[in-house]
Each structure stands twice: as C-alpha cells, then as structure tokens.
C-alpha cells in the first residue's frame, strides 16, 4: 500500500502530465482552458511546470533530429494556452521555445523524457501494523518491509536511494558499481554497491545489520558529524542511539531476519527496543511506566503474540501489566 503523495510531489505529477498534453504529438484531448485555469491557480504550478519543460531543454542532439528547414510546430491550442496563461499571469515561462517546438516534432521523444522522469521520482511503500511486503525495486534490488515501515525510493544514472521514514527493512542489493545503494535514516546513511544488510529506525535509535558484504555507514549526528564506520563482517551492528556516539559490535547472536519469517527474537534486548518491535504487529499495544528502561530481555515470540510476550515479561522482570481497551501499561510489580 502506497501512502498518498506529498502535496510538492503531486504537482510535479500534475505538471507532468500537463506537458505530455500541451507538448505531446496529439493535442485532440488538450483543454485549453483547463491548462490556463491550472497554471494560473498557483505561483507552484508555473514553476513545476517551467521546470518539467526545461528538462527538455536538456535533451542533448535535438536539433540533429530534424532537418535543417524544419516547419515543427506545437499543436495550435497548446500554443494558443501557453501564451494566454503567460499573459494573463504577466509572467514569461523561462523555457527555450524554438527548442520546445523540435521536441514535438520527434516522434517519441515524450515519452522516453516521461519515462526518464517517472523512473527518478521516488516511488514509495508502507506496510500497515502486522503485515510485512516484499518489494522488488526497479534497480532489480529486493526491498523486505516490516509491520508499520515506510520508505520511498529513487534511482538515477548515478546512484540509488531509499529514505527510511518508520520501521524496519532489509535490502539484498542488486551489484552496480557505477551506482551505489544508499540508505537514509534520520541523520545516518548506510551505502552499499551488491550486498544484504537491514537498517532500522526506533524511537531512540538507528541500527545497521550487515547479512553479507559490507557497507559504510554516514554518521551525520551531532554526537560525532560526518563520521564513516564499516561494517564488514556479516553479523556487524551498527548501534547509535540519540545523544551517544555510535558503536560497530559483533557480540550479538540475535536472527537478525528471523522477522522476515515473523519471529521475533530477542537476546540481552533493552525492554522499550522489544515493546516497539511487538507493537509493530498488533493492534494491542504496549506502553511502559517510566522506570523501565534499563530493564532486559531475552527470548523468541511469534510476531502478534503479544499478550504472551507481556506475560513472560511480568514473570521475568517482576512486572506488572494493566489492560485498557487495546493498550497493556507495563509497571514495576512495586513501587
């Protein structure tokens, strides 16, 4: 499930298609009074729209398509708009008219400029609580999202990129050297060129897991700023929580992806680490009394068990719990 598009995101989107109806090679569809009422509602649409029509700008060896004498021109009602929606808004799009008119001339041209277009606008994902997604990327990469996880991605001539915004992922990384993986979460960015590896955002942490390969990982924190660290070993952990400079162990055992098959296991974990992970897969959510956070644990739950995971908890870390509707408070068994 994708969530909606950002309200920037959506006017590029609608800028898009406007060039494909005002530039296209067909204009039997084209509304001018549509395109005028669209570019003039907003100072945000002219300027998508100025942008979208200079990329074509940009297409090198245009000219060379066409002969010399050339009479291309843009279809009469597209060009009738443009220049009313120029004049009404006293405003001059910025883009280069005579190369805009060789454009339309060159059959297919639009659509390989709005295939290059799409392919770099990020493209985004997100699983509800309790469900996870497999996702396999244009770049021929797999991206694995866990319960509550959304991310965007974006890919170009020169890199790839994901922008972690909620959750957890892994990623089994298609190898492209002239296009290194990158992952963004929070100020951390972990790179990669053909590797697996997971990243994972919580509340007062970002984490990094290597699978296999290796990766570098950008702290851009204000605990250390710009510092890298590589993980090269599978089995790496990249730890930073909020306010410590960040640590690389390799003294955890844990099944990193055992919650890719919904196991959720658990070995020496802080307790508000393994109440967040449990609440990504049920609707009954746990909260903790302040108090808690140094307590530990240790175990393996099946994702969504919750009540069974807050019964092991109270016997082992002599707690106790309190229902309300779907929210369980967890608090010392004594003040």
Not at 21 to 46: K, L, N, T
Not at 72 to 81: G, H, W
Not at 200 to 222: K, M, T
Not at 313 to 318: N, Q
Request: a negative charge; glycine letters at 6%.
């Amino acid at each position: 499930m994708e969530p909606d598009l950002s309200p920037q995101d959506q006017i590029d989107e609608e800028a898009a298609i406007w060039c494909a109806r005002v530039f296209g090679p067909s204009s039997e569809s084209f509304d001018s009074h549509a395109f005028q009422s669209w570019i003039e509602s907003h100072s945000a649409h002219r300027e998508a729209f100025d942008a979208m029509a200079r990329t074509w700008r940009q297409l090198d060896g245009m000219e060379r398509l066409l002969p010399a004498n050339s009479n291309a021109a843009m279809p009469e009602p597209a060009a009738e708009a443009v220049e009313e929606a120029e004049d009404n808004a006293g405003h001059r799009l910025t883009f280069d008219r005579r190369r805009m008119l060789a454009a339309v001339a060159v059959t297919g041209v639009l659509a390989v400029s709005g295939y290059a277009y799409y392919a770099s606008r990020p493209h985004s994902y997100a699983t509800e609580n309790g469900h996870r997604s497999l996702v396999r990327l244009d770049d021929g990469s797999t991206m694995t999202l866990d319960g509550a996880t959304s991310a965007r991605f974006s890919e170009d001539d020169t890199s790839r990129t994901v922008w972690l915004t909620a959750g957890r992922a892994s990623f089994e990384v298609a190898h492209d050297p002239s296009r290194p993986f990158s992952v963004h979460a929070g100020d951390k960015i972990v790179v990669a060129v053909g590797t697996s590896f997971s990243v994972e955002l919580l509340q007062n942490e970002i984490r990094a897991n290597l699978h296999s390969g290796s990766v570098d990982v950008i702290d851009n924190g204000p605990a250390t700023g710009a510092k890298r660290y590589r993980l090269r070993t599978a089995g790496d952990h990249f730890i930073a929580q909020n306010g410590s400079a960040p640590v690389v162990t390799h003294d955890n055992p844990t099944d990193d992806l055992a919650w890719t098959k919904g196991i959720l296991a658990f070995y020496n974990e802080s307790l508000p680490v393994t109440v967040e992970r449990m609440n990504r897969y049920s609707t009954l959510q746990v909260v903790l009394a302040p108090g808690l956070e140094k307590d530990r644990v240790s175990g393996i739950f099946k994702a969504g068990e919750t009540e069974k995971f807050v019964a092991a908890a109270c016997e082992l870390l002599d707690l106790r719990a309190e229902r309300t509707g779907d929210t369980i408070r967890l608090n010392a068994a004594t003040p």
